[in-house]
């Protein structure tokens, strides 16, 4: 079993509709979970992070967490064609010493 | 404020050279994290350094190596190349003590193989 496991995609949405990412992870001591976005090209850069179990929302972006699950999330609502990228999920191992990536998500916003 | 800064873009050697890869954090920012990013991998953590010490390495063989100067820059060494060494060679550096997971990355070193 992968540490992080994403769908590969690609996740293909029209634009204005919520896109809506997933990821699992394995380590049930993880407490810190993150979503970077990377564009085609450019190296990844942080969006949203969560620590506890529930919802956080910035912008039109949400993180949601449920540790019982093992199961993290991203919503992005009214998606725009410069959302299209891969979005990486990222989580910190129980001992905090390594933060281990998703494969990622290829998410494309069709105009 | 200035990103992180990697050195060189692009580098081309040959299996069996050495290949020396630079980083310089944000200002600020002790720690400073390597990543290798081959086509299809995903993100695979190399070696993660704080304060000048080597606080954690990834499943890789040991001559991926590197070292953190007093100025918090760091160099990432791979002796002894293979082709499948050949990716993007990633680094991040964090404003916060311990693997927060809160990092900064540079644009990368890209390393090909022949």
């Known amino acids: 079993q992968k540490e992080v496991e994403q769908n590969s995609g690609p996740l293909s949405v029209p634009e204005g509709a919520i896109a809506s990412l997933n990821c699992t992870y394995s380590?049930?001591?993880?407490?810190?979970f993150f979503w970077y976005r990377q564009y085609s090209g450019k190296s990844p850069e942080l969006i949203m992070f969560?620590?506890?179990?529930g919802d956080k929302e910035d912008g039109r972006f949400t993180a949601q967490l449920n540790k019982a699950s093992q199961y993290v999330s991203l919503l992005i609502r009214d998606s725009q064609p410069s959302d299209s990228a891969t979005y990486l999920c990222a989580v910190t191992s129980s001992s905090g010493d390594k933060l281990t990536f998703g494969t990622g998500t290829r998410l494309a916003v069709r105009p | 404020e200035a990103g992180v800064t990697q050195s060189p873009t692009h580098l081309i050697k040959t299996r069996g050279q050495q290949a020396t890869l630079r980083c310089s954090p944000i200002?600020?920012?002790?720690?400073v994290y390597w990543y290798q990013q081959a086509l299809g991998l995903g993100l695979q953590f190399l070696l993660w350094?704080?304060?000048?010490?080597?606080?954690n390495r990834g499943n890789f063989p040991p001559r991926f190596s590197g070292r953190q100067f007093p100025n918090y820059s760091s160099e990432l060494n791979v002796n002894a190349l293979e082709l499948e060494d050949s990716a993007l060679y990633l680094c991040?550096?964090?404003?916060?003590?311990?693997?927060?997971?809160?990092?900064?990355f540079g644009e990368g070193s890209r390393l090909t193989v022949l």
């Open positions: 969560i620590y506890s179990n």
């Open positions: 380590d049930r001591g993880s407490q810190s």
């Open positions: 991040a550096s964090s404003k916060l003590q311990g693997n927060t997971g809160e990092l900064f």
């Open positions: 350094y704080d304060e000048g010490e080597e606080r």
């Open positions: 200002s600020g920012h002790t720690s």
